[in-house]
């Protein structure tokens, strides 16, 4: 099991410190803990969310304990079926491992103090491993991003402190998830698979290749994890936004620093040309004429229109130096 013996880590867990009740209204803690419940069961959809063994042991409101309020109605108080629907999807949840060595007692996030804070402590533990974990907080808190932890009482012949990924929508982990290009050094070998739980809105072709480009994958990976995010993450909308006018989806995507365009009118009139372009894909053939350039002269992307075989979803389908023309 992920986590078991300081091995590979759960990627994500729940900060139990963040469980912060005070002041809130019957409706008002009603409506968080239903907005925590469904980040939580989407977030469990996808992968396994850790928690704490003694997270319902953490002080929530003064005098009370998360068990209180939860599976006892205590106040403060918030709305049963919120309350039983919390309870099964954190008791569903696995406990990460406490046994590991030099996990740390406590920590402070930005300066501030936490108390009884352990799967923050796990996250900062998994992290001076090299292996990021993402915290999970309650709405309530404002919380969100990388943000430094440090051990508090730590040693001080050595940086203490650790980058922290917080989240409080399901949404904001694909920004966790694609950080990890860069902080985890993911390798050539590991690119797609974690290419494609950073960007489920592409389908990556089979016949990708780093060694395509006039490039080692050292100097292209971080190029092509940055045009993925863009294609991803606005390719769809500029073509719905402008009626699919190339010209004007050029320039609406050219705002995030990258060439994005199709091929020139005098490539399309070429169909032996334009068959370089296509791309099959579990039986399928897909046109992928729209394309990111590196460098005017080299290194392209090439992917396909918003595609409904594809449940609308974009094909990424060649890497290549550079196409006939």
Not at 29 to 50: I, R
Not at 155 to 169: K, S
Not at 178 to 199: K, M, P, V, Y
Not at 211 to 217: A, E, N, S
């Amino acid at each position: 099991m992920p986590g078991a013996g300081g091995g590979e880590p759960y990627r994500i867990v729940v900060d139990e410190s963040s469980f912060d009740f005070r002041g809130l209204t019957e409706k008002r803690l009603t409506d968080l803990l239903d907005d925590f419940s469904d980040t939580l069961e989407e977030l469990s959809e996808e992968q396994a969310v850790a928690v704490s063994p003694f997270w319902w042991d953490v002080e929530c409101a003064d005098d009370r304990v998360v068990y209180d309020v939860l599976y006892e109605g205590e106040a403060p108080r918030a709305g049963r079926d919120a309350r039983l629907r919390m309870v099964r999807l954190m008791d569903r949840c696995p406990t990460w491992d406490t046994d590991l060595p030099g996990l740390p007692d406590g920590v402070e996030v930005a300066g501030t103090g936490r108390d009884l804070a352990l799967s923050l402590c796990y996250a900062w533990w998994q992290t001076r491993q090299k292996r990021h974990v993402a915290c999970l907080v309650f709405p309530t808190e404002d919380r969100r991003g990388w943000l430094p932890v440090s051990v508090i009482g730590g040693a001080t012949d050595e940086p203490m402190a650790e980058e922290v990924f917080h989240l409080a929508e399901a949404p904001a982990l694909s920004e966790f998830w694609r950080s990890l290009f860069e902080r985890e050094n993911i390798t050539e070998q590991n690119f797609f698979d974690h290419a494609r739980r950073s960007f489920p809105g592409l389908v990556f072709a089979d016949s990708l290749s780093f060694r395509k480009f006039d490039g080692t994958y050292a100097e292209m990976r971080d190029w092509v994890a940055r045009l993925l995010s863009v294609v991803h993450d606005h390719f769809a909308d500029a073509m719905a936004l402008h009626s699919g006018q190339p010209h004007q989806v050029q320039a609406e995507l050219g705002r995030f620093g990258l060439d994005l365009s199709p091929e020139s009118p005098n490539t399309r009139s070429k169909p032996a040309i334009m068959k370089q372009r296509d791309v099959d894909h579990e039986g399928e053939t897909y046109q992928c004429e729209w394309h990111g350039k590196k460098e005017r002269h080299r290194n392209r992307v090439h992917f396909s229109l918003p595609e409904p075989r594809l449940g609308g979803r974009i094909l990424i389908g060649i890497f290549v130096d550079h196409l006939d023309t």
